[in-house]
């Protein structure tokens, strides 16, 4: 503060302000498709959405396609089945992962490194591969085109078990073992010593596991028919064959979707950032 | 290996399994038992309408007969080939970037970071916009003379572009695992390096890269994955298309099955790009663990 006072005149450094320059050049080159979809989205009819020179500030800004895309594909339905689809996988995600993990971390037993091992190895089992089989498994269960087979393949990941377990294991002794004085039994130790601890471990798996939710589309595709649902990146590859050459109605439809997972990023971006280089130096 | 003796109060030898109970009904029910069928599958005719049948080893044969298998696996690799040099070695020069001490350079790694959150489908639309024949990057091309390209639609640029895309929306992802490795790079040994007059380059080469070692393991691993499996980007750009210039094996998979019904001889050419995949991470581990010893 008093540095800040004291620098009565803003020294410019060259060096820093090229640094600037290229830091803000890079972030157009991952932000601008985005910025460019919402010009087309926002242009009114009587500005091109093409052409050379690109003229991609619109003047003045219109709803009108944003209005013409959430009539032409019942989006509302989308986004309702998408809330529903995280409001459900996200919360048994993290109760399957966190118990899964609780032993591997703090119970010894025989044969824990095999289970461990058989977990992380769901990693090498992607989701691609499983497109037939598991298509079939639902078929056997009965389960197509219903929302339990859009849930169900996404309760388990060797990541939520991975990260746990680690939470788990960095719990210091002194607290479980005076839990257990007291008279606490093993589930009372799990959910009312060791969730509260690994919290912030739950809630990055969360918000990963909101993302991964909210933008499925190869799974839902597979094994839903019904257009009632569809979630909400099922239902922009629905509007991209609806709409056609309608480039702005599909330019505000693809908008509309990105919105909730970006506000959910801006929210959380600091979770979610320093989250990523955990997980994986593990 | 624990000691099975001198068991901790409260604990009974079914404890462990009672927690595990969920998940490992879930590794069951959504992997195991799926992993079983698709090998069944491999050694099987089946197009859903009529009963499996026991074929032997009919798919594999004709997956050495098949000529749209070794396009694919070509294209695959081909994908792998560019994949990397983006995703290996471009991000660390973002998390140099990043890492730098600046005011507001949070807000820069969250711009970098946004289009790995964002669905492939919706930054497929998006960059529709942008490779438009009468689009950004034509018109930057129409000032050099050149173009225009229909990046989506030419044989040759198809692969490119999409494997580019696919580049594009996991950069931000490698940064921040490189980002993470950064931090743990000696800094008095940058800051000896530098009085010793080591220029930025030498001072990335020898001490910066060696450092990095553990990291470049885990996004060679992830990188090599990544590219193998790509499927939904071809999907919702190219559909394998044109000419078969996209089709990869995941995608190939995919029409095999869902298109034709060909469910046999699809988990068939599954198990190839399994096979590989497993075969790829191995050698990953294999030259890692040889580098570190």
Known sequence: MARRLYRSKPRINPRRVGLYVLLIAVAAL???????????????ASQDVFGF????????????WFREAW????????????????????????VVSALTAYPLARIAFRGRGVFFMLFLSIMFLPGELMLIPRFLVMSELGLTDTFAAVILPAILSSLGI????????????????????????????????C??????????????????????????????????????????AYLSGVAGTDV????????????????????????????MGGAVKG | MPSLRGRVVGQHWYTPYVFMLPGLLFYAAMFAWPAVIAIQLSFSDYDIVHPVRFSGLDNFIQLGHDPRVWIALRNSLLFVLMFLPLTVVAPLFLAMLVNLKLRAIQA????????????????????????????VVNWLLSLFGAGPIDFLLDRHWALPTVVLLEAWKNAGLFMMIYLAGLQSVPSDQ????TIDGANAWRRLLHIVVPALRPTFAVTLVLSMLEAMRAFESVYVLTRGGPLDSTLTLGYYIWSKAFQDYDMGYASAVGLLLWAIMIVLAGFNLLVTRRRDG
Request: glycine content about 6%.
């Open chain 1, 30 to 44: 991952f932000i601008g498709p985005f910025l460019i979809l919402l010009g087309a989205a926002t242009k009114p």
């Open chain 1, 53 to 64: 020179p690109p003229d991609l500030i619109p003047r003045p800004p219109v709803a009108d």
């Open chain 1, 71 to 94: 009539t032409t594909i019942p989006y509302a339905r989308f986004l309702v089945n998408s809330v529903i689809y995280v409001g459900i996988t996200v919360p048994v995600y993290l």
């Open chain 1, 162 to 193: 991975f990260l746990l377990r680690q939470a788990f294991s960095q719990i210091p002794d002194e607290i479980v073992e005076a839990a257990r004085m007291d008279g606490a039994n093993e589930f009372g130790i799990f959910w009312r010593i």
């Open chain 1, 195 to 236: 969730v509260p601890i690994a919290a912030p471990t739950l809630a990055v798996l969360a918000i990963l596991g909101f993302v991964s939710v909210w933008n499925s589309f190869i799974w839902p595709l597979v094994v839903l028919n019904s257009q009632s649902k569809f979630p909400i990146a099922l239902g922009i």
């Open chain 1, 248 to 275: 702005r109605g599909l330019a505000a439809g693809t908008v509309i979707s990105l919105v909730p997972v970006v506000i959910v990023f801006l929210l959380l971006q600091k979770r979610i950032l320093n989250s």
């Open chain 2, 108 to 135: 820069f790694r969250m711009l970098y970071y946004l289009p790995v959150i964002t669905s492939m489908v919706a930054v497929a639309v998006a960059w529709r916009y942008v490779f438009n024949r009468e689009g």
């Open chain 2, 190 to 193: 940058v800051e000896a390096a």
